[in-house]
């Protein structure tokens, strides 16, 4: 694991894999953002969060083992994501499609969100949200915008396996007169739930692909139950997790082959000498 961590310093720049909220690490993050490679239309939203940030959390850097291609494509149609709590029965949160990038947010708890995809490549996303908080705890709707800004590494082991380190910076804006009070308040919950979530859903793809792995016949079935996608998308889905599938299988065959290589060239005094000589008495090289 410590070499994967030295992975995500190489992938993200040294620096605590722990959550925080610091200036430098935000300053760290608003250097990172692909500003240049925005629309303009992109660039105004991205502007308005920016100018007036109400509070700002880096989230703890995550490192899961997990097909890259899955993982992906995960990321990148949360559709699809929460299509599968559903039938898994693991979340309320309601997410429809209203466009090539855009999506309609209902995490059933008072919260709707309008949420755009503003640029999205293989290790980057930046996704923008604006909405409302309507609850108990206030008396008029809270409306704000959020960026969310998602950076992603990959290392494939020696033996083939590939590890996912995946970082998510969040800016938040509040519109409301008592902004200031709101973040005193609400940033210990905030940060503390979103530290979570985001820890939560690593370790969902992260069983996600697994399952991909070592049982197909599952995800195919779990493909066919997912009904509130594109069928573009879910046939995607089961073609992907049975790439999975494939691919761990020549992992494994690969380190089967590495295993009876190493046996093959170990000369046969050594395993005689291990046998007689028992386990506290070192094989000569």
């Not at 609850?135 to 800004?149: C, D, E, K």
């Not at 970082?167 to 008592?178: I, K, Q, T, Y």
Request: charged share 25%.
């Amino acid at each position: 694991m410590c070499a994967l961590c030295g992975f995500a310093d190489m992938a993200f720049g040294a620096g605590p894999v722990a959550g925080t909220s610091d200036d430098d690490a935000q300053q760290d993050a608003r250097r990172q953002l692909p500003y240049d490679k925005l629309s303009g239309d992109a660039r105004r939203k991205v502007d308005a969060v920016l100018a007036s940030v109400t509070f700002y959390r880096r989230l703890p850097t995550q490192i899961i083992r997990c097909d890259p291609d899955l993982f992906h494509f995960m990321t990148t149609r949360p559709d699809v994501t929460v299509n599968i709590w559903q039938v898994l029965d693991l979340s309320n949160i309601r997410l429809s499609r209203t466009g090539e990038a855009t999506f309609r947010a209902d995490d059933s708890a008072g919260t709707q969100s309008d949420v755009q995809f503003l640029y999205a490549t293989r290790d980057t996303l930046l996704i923008y949200a604006v909405g409302t908080y309507q609850g108990p705890l206030f008396v008029s709707p809270i409306r704000g915008g959020a960026l969310l800004f998602l950076k992603t590494g990959y290392i494939r082991e020696q033996g083939g396996q590939t590890y996912v380190t995946t970082r998510l910076d969040a800016f938040f804006r509040v519109e409301s007169l008592g902004a200031d009070l709101l973040t005193r308040t609400l940033r210990p919950l905030v940060n503390d739930n979103a530290d979570k979530n985001f820890h939560e859903a690593a370790l969902f793809l992260r069983n996600l692909s697994r399952a991909a792995e070592v049982d197909p016949d599952y995800m195919d079935r779990l493909s066919r139950k997912l009904t509130n996608i594109s069928e573009a998308d879910r046939q995607r889905f089961a073609e992907l997790a049975l790439q999975a599938a494939e691919r761990a299988v020549r992992v494994n065959i690969r380190k089967a082959s590495h295993v009876a290589d190493a046996t093959d060239e170990t000369p046969p005094e050594q395993h005689m000498d291990s046998r007689v000589s028992g386990p506290e008495t070192p094989p000569r090289r």
